[in-house]
Structures are given as C-alpha cells and as structure tokens.
Nanobody
C-alpha cells in the first residue's frame, strides 16, 4: 500500500494563495487515480481536484474550478495543489489520495490516504 504525506497547509487571509504537496512512498501505477479531497468540520469529505490516470483527464469541483490547479508530472513525482484566490469556504483539512476513478470521484474508491493538512482562510 502507498503511504502519503501532505504538507503546505496554513493560516492565510482571503485572496491569498497556498501550495499543497503530497509525497508518496510505495508504488503508484500510471493507471491509478490521484486526487485531493477536503473535509470541513461537520461536513462529509468532498472531492476537490483529481487526475484520472497519469497524463489523463483532470477534474475539478465546481467550487474550486478556475482557482485551484492540480499537477503531477508522473507517477513517481509529488502531487501538488496550487490554491489561488482562497476563500473562507475553502477552510478544511485537505487530503491527498490514491485509488480508482470508476466514473466519479467517490472517496470510498480510494484506499490510500495521507494524514491531512489544515488550511484555514480568514475573512
């Protein structure tokens, strides 16, 4: 199983930017889906951005489209989430995950998760 470690979270003001990183130990296949999810207090974990397979289509949730950018050059490289124009509603614990797309970004289809990194955006 893949071990994932996120970093880069912090406390910022609305309009600021942050860049999250996700490093992996263990083997990630080129056919694996990799993505970022987030969970705010009292809410379910939700999809943020993902890469369906290495070099494949990239998806974003409607709430972050145009503001966040996910990147990963190949299966061996770290995965990043560039977050611009942050809003207070973006406040959450952000997780990177490895798993399967299977027609949608369902957190239950992702077996490997990092410990999460806190992002707090003040107004």
């Amino acid at each position: 199983q893949v071990q994932l470690v996120e970093s880069g979270g912090g406390l910022v003001q609305a309009g600021d930017s942050l860049r999250l990183s996700c490093t992996a130990s263990g083997r990630i296949s080129d056919t694996d889906s990799t993505g970022w999810f987030r969970q705010a207090p009292g809410k379910e974990r939700e999809f943020v951005a993902g890469i369906r397979w290495t070099g494949g289509p990239i998806d974003y949730s409607d709430s972050v489209k145009g503001r966040f950018t996910i990147s990963r050059d190949n299966a061996k490289d770290p995965m990043f989430l560039q977050m611009d124009s942050l809003k207070p509603d973006d406040t959450a614990v952000y997780y990177c995950a490895v798993g399967g797309f299977f027609g949608g970004w369902n957190p239950r289809m992702f077996a490997s998760w990092g410990q999460g990194t806190q992002v707090t955006v003040s107004s």
